[in-house]
């Protein structure tokens, strides 16, 4: 689903909740730091650092980093924002140990492999995008920016599951997860 994100973000989408996995899940992460990868606007962002949230949120996009950076310095919310480009390979990432990781309707198969990496002990993955389904449904098959069915089920390794599901959410079909870094 690669696009102009500049002028997606410039036509101003609105405020939207925050991906379900995150709202339901979000209570899990152990203390400490959130990194947001491809975070946009900051809806899960915002969303985790009123909850007492540090979040370090990363996207491509100049200007939803700039809107980030705007809204955050506004509301004196903790919420970091850098433009880097996730679809490099391999991106800049930066140091870790996170608390918890959020990877919302993105897909890098190549980056959640690395994720374990940037996780504390017990420090979890929530992780949800369109699946397989969703892209029939799109008319796009082959594309490789949808998760595959039951693919979000097996953790990358040295991940553990801890809940998964998949089907029709709202207008669309998804796949969601949370996974877990053992050690705790």
């Given at each position: 689903m690669p696009r102009d994100w500049d002028a997606y973000y410039r036509a101003d989408p609105g405020a939207r909740e925050p991906a379900f996995v995150v709202?339901?899940?979000?209570?899990?992460i152990p203390e400490g730091g959130v990194l947001d990868l491809a975070g946009g606007d900051g809806r899960n962002a915002f969303f985790l650092a009123r909850r007492g949230r540090r979040v370090t949120l990363l996207d491509k996009s100049p200007v939803a980093v700039s809107r980030v950076r705007e809204v955050a310095w506004r509301d004196g919310t903790a919420v970091r924002a850098l433009q880097i480009d996730l679809e490099e390979n391999p991106p800049v990432l930066p140091p870790?140990?996170?608390?918890?990781?959020?990877v919302s309707y993105f897909v890098s198969r190549p980056l959640v492999a690395r994720l374990e990496?940037?996780?504390?002990?017990?420090?979890?993955?929530?992780i949800e995008g369109f699946n397989r389904c969703e892209a029939l449904r799109r008319g796009r098959p082959?594309?490789?920016?949808?998760?595959?069915?039951?693919?979000?089920?097996?953790?990358?390794?040295?991940?553990?599951?801890?809940a998964a599901?998949?089907?029709?959410?709202?207008?669309?079909?998804?796949?969601?997860?949370v996974w877990r870094r053992a050690g705790l």
């Open positions: 709202r339901a899940y979000e209570f899990l870790g140990p996170f608390a918890g990781v959020v990496a940037l996780l504390v002990a017990g420090g979890l993955v929530l082959g594309s490789p920016y949808y998760w595959d069915s039951g693919e979000l089920t097996v953790p990358p390794r040295g991940l553990e599951l801890v599901g998949e089907g029709w959410q709202g207008a669309a079909c998804r796949s969601w997860a």
